[in-house]
């Protein structure tokens, strides 16, 4: 089955204590969340922080889309919520749209 692999990036807000509490958050995403992204054609999803910078790593399979991750995210209350409750500790890099939060970043090496 054909992969993908996307890298996206997102800044924190520039606060240890709200850091730490969104570290832990993720040690135990809700399962409701868990299950949306897979249900997205994601297989294998990372997150990596350094400092207030956050890179995320998604690997997906054939079916998936960003369009159609979108339509699915905002049609579920559950992953709203859990959107709503992740912008205390998230900002947006500059130059992010105001509809998406992770910015999709280029590839420009591959060894």
């Known amino acids: 089955m054909e992969t993908k692999q996307y890298i996206l990036?997102?800044?924190?807000?520039?606060?240890?204590?709200?850091?730490?509490?969104?570290?832990?958050?993720?040690?135990?995403?809700?399962?409701?969340?868990?299950?949306s992204i897979i249900d997205t054609g994601v297989t294998n999803m990372e997150i990596?922080?350094?400092?207030?910078?956050?890179?995320?790593?998604?690997?997906?399979?054939?079916?998936?889309?960003?369009?159609?991750?979108?339509a699915m995210d905002l049609a579920n209350p559950i992953v709203q919520k859990w959107e709503e409750?992740?912008?205390?500790?998230?900002?947006?890099?500059?130059?992010?749209?105001?509809?998406s939060k992770w910015v999709l970043m280029k590839k420009i090496f591959q060894l």
């Open 48 to 70: 990596y922080r350094f400092k207030t910078r956050l890179c995320m790593v998604m690997e997906t399979d054939a079916s998936f889309s960003f369009e159609n991750k979108n």
């Open 85 to 99: 409750q992740m912008w205390k500790y998230q900002r947006a890099i500059p130059g992010a749209s105001p509809e």
């Open 9 to 35: 990036t997102l800044d924190l807000v520039n606060d240890e204590a709200l850091i730490q509490e969104y570290e832990k958050i993720h040690r135990h995403i809700w399962p409701e969340i868990r299950q």
